[in-house]
């Protein structure tokens, strides 16, 4: 069983950037990828970013790519998605998931277990 809780959502102004924290309990943390999503106000969950359980590979959306990084440190069974240059479309909640399987990553039926969200909002 892994837990995963996400923390760093806020409101921060256009141009801004954020960091999403996800810490996960469990000792499997380190053999599992890792994803994010977000889901906007009255709209479909969609793919943010992927890493592999290494974390030497990495899938992003087009939307963010260029503008979004996601890491891991297995040490401390923790997930990163750094967000630099937000636009108030990147405004939804983000979702942090994990799974041992290390294919089909930008679907959220890949992932076994995922956290409750963390809300982020970018003003114009």
């Known amino acids: 069983q892994v837990q995963l809780v996400e923390s760093g959502g806020g409101l921060v102004q256009a141009g801004g950037s954020l960091r999403l924290s996800c810490a996960a309990s469990?000792?499997?943390?380190?053999?599992?990828?890792m994803g994010w999503f977000r889901q906007a106000p009255g709209k479909e969950r969609e793919f943010v970013a992927a890493?592999?359980?290494?974390?030497?590979?990495?899938d992003y959306a087009d939307s963010v790519k260029g503008r979004f990084t996601i890491s891991r440190d297995n040490a401390k069974n923790t997930v990163y998605l750094q967000m630099n240059t937000l636009k108030p479309e990147d405004t939804a909640i983000y979702y942090c998931?994990?799974?041992?399987?290390?294919?089909?990553?930008?679907?959220?039926?890949?992932?076994?277990?995922w956290g409750q969200g963390t809300q982020v909002a970018v003003s114009s």
């Open positions: 998931l994990a799974g041992p399987k290390h294919y089909g990553l930008r679907n959220w039926g890949t992932y076994d277990y």
């Open positions: 469990g000792r499997t943390f380190s053999t599992y990828a």
């Open positions: 890493i592999n359980w290494r974390g030497d590979s990495t």
